[in-house]
């Protein structure tokens, strides 16, 4: 059974910082990429950045110099530092572990959130 359980988020005044982890199991990890994605209300879901199995980032631009997402394969864990939070981050968000095979075959799985809020 796959599981992505994240951690970390809470209220966090304009320019403060957080951390948050997302604990993998279920899945052969290191050969995912892994994303942060948050949903704010009445929004779509977004992508604020992702790291492939490679280790290579990619960050939306709203997010770019202020938030790094990284990855350690031995803890089966991925990770986004926000720095330097603004009200318009605040949002639910979403771990996602992504896989498509040399056949084609795509695994998409998805955690079940945490809230992030900035205040204004």
């Known amino acids: 059974q796959v599981q992505l359980v994240e951690s970390g988020g809470g209220l966090v005044q304009p320019g403060g910082s957080l951390r948050l982890s997302c604990a993998a199991s279920?899945?052969?990890?290191?050969?995912?990429?892994m994303g942060w994605y948050r949903q704010a209300p009445g929004k779509q879901r977004e992508l604020a950045a992702t790291?492939?199995?490679?280790?290579?980032?990619n960050y939306a631009d709203s997010v770019k110099g202020r938030f790094t997402i990284s990855r350690d394969n031995a803890q089966n864990t991925v990770y986004l530092r926000m720095n330097s939070l603004k009200p318009e981050d605040t949002a639910v968000y979403y771990c996602?572990?992504?896989?498509?095979?040399?056949?084609?075959?795509?695994?998409?799985?998805w955690g079940q959130g945490t809230q992030v809020t900035v205040p204004s």
């Open positions: 279920g899945i052969r990890f290191s050969s995912y990429t």
């Open positions: 996602n572990a992504k896989r498509t095979t040399v056949l084609g075959y795509e695994s998409n799985y």
């Open positions: 790291i492939t199995s490679g280790g290579s980032t």
